[in-house]
């Protein structure tokens, strides 16, 4: 079955940037659907970060544009997180998900989270 | 504050039903059937147990249905198990190829 995994560093420097990496496994990330970012403060509710089609569209929550980069790795079929200037609001259980094409998630990752410290 | 609104907390007791309201806007909710509800249990990733507003992935139980009118979506729970104790989000797609939550509900079992 499909499998998502979350990894990056559990803790980032005020001002610094976040970065994090999704790792697929049991179908092409190249293929089919759109894979995505969603976030949670801690205590608090989801906060879409951002989508792509790979080779056809990346879309990304506006309240984060400027600061968001989304990249894919088909080698090894995985993609990328990006997110600069990072503040203490940005700390979050950070999750990966597959979109079914419809904007529903429909398989997640367990999630990774991420404190900002100063 | 959440893009969508849900409220904070619902409860009921086994075997009732309760429903779970979503209100949007004519940009997102109004606009498109493209309303998804999540649960999460404590600790535990968002499961997906309803897309398109009313459809349910395989897996699913059939005790849980979605609907929609207007601006607001809604998630009904029929049959209350202990174990529907979580919390639910809406999420619905918003014009521009963006996608908006809610703030959350939290329901409990009593």
């Known amino acids: 079955q499909v499998q998502l995994q979350e990894s990056g560093p559990g803790q980032v420097k005020s001002s610094e940037t976040l970065s994090l990496t999704c790792a697929v496994s049991g179908q092409s990330i190249s293929s089919d659907n759109h894979w995505g970012w969603i976030r949670q403060p801690p205590g608090k509710g989801l906060e879409w970060i951002g989508s792509?089609?790979?080779?056809?569209?990346?879309n990304y929550n506006p309240s984060l544009k400027s600061r968001i980069t989304m990249s894919i790795d088909t080698s090894n079929n995985q993609f990328s997180l990006k997110l600069t200037s990072v503040t203490a609001a940005d700390t979050a259980i950070y999750y990966c998900?597959?979109?079914?094409?419809?904007?529903?998630?429909?398989?997640w990752g367990q999630g990774t989270m991420v404190t900002v410290s100063s | 504050q959440s893009d969508l609104t849900q409220p904070a907390s619902v409860s009921g007791s086994p075997g009732q039903s309760i429903t779970i309201s979503c209100t949007g806007t004519s940009s997102d909710i109004g606009s498109y059937n493209r309303v998804s509800w999540y649960q999460q249990h404590p600790g535990k990733a968002p499961k997906l147990i309803i897309h398109?507003?009313?459809s349910r992935p395989s897996g699913v139980s059939n005790r849980f249905s979605g609907s929609k009118s207007g601006n607001t979506a809604s998630l009904t729970i029929s049959g209350l198990q202990a174990e529907d104790e979580a919390a639910y989000y809406c999420s619905s797609y918003r014009s521009y190829s963006t996608v908006v939550f809610g703030g959350g509900t939290k329901l409990t079992v009593l």
């Open positions: 398109d507003v009313s």
């Open positions: 998900a597959r979109d079914n094409n419809r904007a529903a998630s429909d398989i």
């Open positions: 792509f089609y790979p080779g056809v569209n990346t």
